[in-house]
């Protein structure tokens, strides 16, 4: 790989120690130039990804990632950091499995330590119907050659003795699924790596320069407006889960998503404790420990239409309870912080990788909880499908046009807009 | 917190209620039958951030459906009134 800046080694460490040279910045911050071949809107993961395989494996280095304030500023440093591929229904499960591999090779491929953690994702089973449910999964992806095993209550017991099973367990522990290629990531290094690389490709990352319209030709879209002035593009792709529809709203379009607002927590730093990621079968939680020792969890979103990155207080008490459900001995823990994020969510639960209406411009967004450990299989399928004009292979079942057809991919198979219900 | 003034209540906290939606939205008619209108009505939503014009039902109250107001960047009301007055779609 072509780098404009420094390649990070054992020797370039001795190298700048020895001689005291300062490192050069990770990305270049160079002038918008009027007019590129690819203009991707936001420099959040996906974004960065993006730009960065459509120089690596497309060669298309005449790229500019518009970003409205600082890289890494949104939900691509907002998330729980956890990365895994159990997913049941076709189309996800290969789509997340992709994802995961190459998760798996990136700190090597981008010359920077995303510091992948495989320690293993325990989902748990509190009822028979459950347990049936997580062990069709499971057969589902090792039929897709994707490591997955069914833990009894026993097992479970064993590897993780500090959750709840005593008689008094408000839900019973039955068993579980382990998925042990599944873990977590440092989530601001994925977006510095992705920045840095693409960045040594030749792609423009311009930051605090904010999108406010669209050029147009007719059908066509052109360029973008920006605080900066405007930007001529061959290709203009949307990469802002949270924000879609206000991008597509410039364009004229009205998306199947609302924004919601997501929480996040992190507990005061405790000694190594929770050496997995835990799901809750019974509510939406789950929980790791970060490297520095906080408990890291999260839960459902706030309940209604949100911009304000700033969550409500009833739902931190509704996700304490989880953790607490789950773990009684950490009910003493301070919460160091929470925050908020704006996620995309979609009738169905799943995601939009495609061509638009209009010519020239390509969506990626509707994330709902899962952008993140997505984020290198969409940066990859994106990328190809603005350098193809064409949905990759791995997204065709991501299409806007889903709903219009019946067509909806919900891997929960609960309906349409389940989470308003 | 984010607090809703009902007008058979007084204010309370958005807790007692349940979020229902869009009110800008229009039902197509019983009868209609062109699939475009019934896709636009489910799925397409404008979900602007700024002024929104929304349902709330003060479920754990007087059980009254409202049109709220409310200012999705910065979770401002700036009114509220009961649904059966109009106002919704």
């Known amino acids: 790989m072509r780098f404009l800046g420094t390649r990070y080694s054992a020797a370039a460490l001795v190298r700048h120690a020895l001689s005291g040279a300062a490192w050069p910045p990770a990305w270049r911050s160079p002038q918008p130039k009027s007019s590129y071949d690819v203009i991707i809107i936001g420099g959040g993961g996906h974004g960065l990804a993006t730009a960065y395989y459509l120089a690596a494996n497309h060669g298309v280095t005449n790229v500019a990632v518009i970003e409205r304030a600082y890289i890494g500023s949104g939900n691509v440093g907002r998330n729980t950091t956890l990365v895994r591929s159990n997913y049941l229904l076709a189309g996800n499960t290969q789509f997340f499995e992709y994802s995961l591999k190459l998760w798996e090779g990136l700190s090597q491929e981008l010359n920077y330590n995303v510091m992948l953690s495989q320690r293993g994702q325990v989902v748990l089973a509190h009822d028979p119907l459950q347990l049936d449910g997580l062990a069709r999964k499971g057969n589902i992806m090792r039929l897709n050659g994707i490591d997955a095993e069914l833990l009894d209550r026993g097992e479970v017991m064993r590897m993780l003795p500090y959750l709840d099973y005593s008689p008094r367990a408000r839900f019973p522990i039955l068993g579980g699924m382990l998925q042990r290629r599944a873990g977590t990531v440092r989530h601001d290094a994925v977006a510095w790596g992705y920045a840095r690389a693409a960045s040594g490709f030749g792609v423009d990352i311009l930051e605090n320069c904010e999108v406010t319209g669209f050029e147009r030709n007719g059908s066509r879209v052109t360029g973008v407006k920006t605080s900066k002035g405007s930007i001529a593009a061959g290709r203009t792709a949307i990469c802002v889960a949270g924000h879609s529809s206000v991008l597509a709203a410039m364009a004229g379009l009205r998306l199947p998503i609302e924004s919601h607002l997501l929480q996040a927590f992190v507990t005061e730093p405790i000694k190594p404790f929770v050496d997995h990621v835990i799901s809750f079968g019974a509510e939406l939680f789950y929980i790791s420990q970060s490297d520095k020792g906080g408990l890291v969890f999260g839960g459902h979103i706030d309940g209604f239409n949100s911009y304000t990155q700033r969550g409500q207080f009833p739902r931190v008490q509704t996700v304490a309870e989880c953790a607490v459900a789950l773990m009684p001995s950490i009910s003493r823990l301070r919460l160091l912080r929470h925050w908020g994020g704006i996620q995309d969510m979609t009738p169905d639960g799943s995601p939009f990788i495609c061509r638009t209406p209009l010519e020239g411009l390509y969506f990626n967004g509707g994330w709902c909880y899962q952008g993140f450990k997505a984020t290198p299989a969409v940066g990859a399928c994106f990328a190809h499908t603005i350098a193809h004009e064409e949905e990759h292979p791995l997204v065709r079942h991501l299409s806007l046009e889903r709903f219009r057809q019946a067509n909806g991919h919900d891997e929960y198979g609960l309906g349409n807009w389940t989470y308003k219900q | ?89």
């Open chain 2, 1 to 89: 917190m984010l607090k809703i003034a009902c007008p058979g209540c007084g204010v309370r906290n958005y807790t007692e209620f349940r979020y229902a939606g869009d009110a800008n939205k229009v039902r197509p008619a019983h009868q209609v039958r062109d699939l475009g209108e019934w896709y636009d009505y489910v799925f397409l939503f404008d979900n602007p951030k700024g002024p929104h014009r929304e349902y709330w039902q003060h479920v754990l109250g007087c059980r009254q459906w409202l049109v709220v107001e409310r200012d999705t960047a910065t979770n401002t009301v700036q009114g509220t009134r009961f649904a059966r007055d109009g106002g919704g779609e």
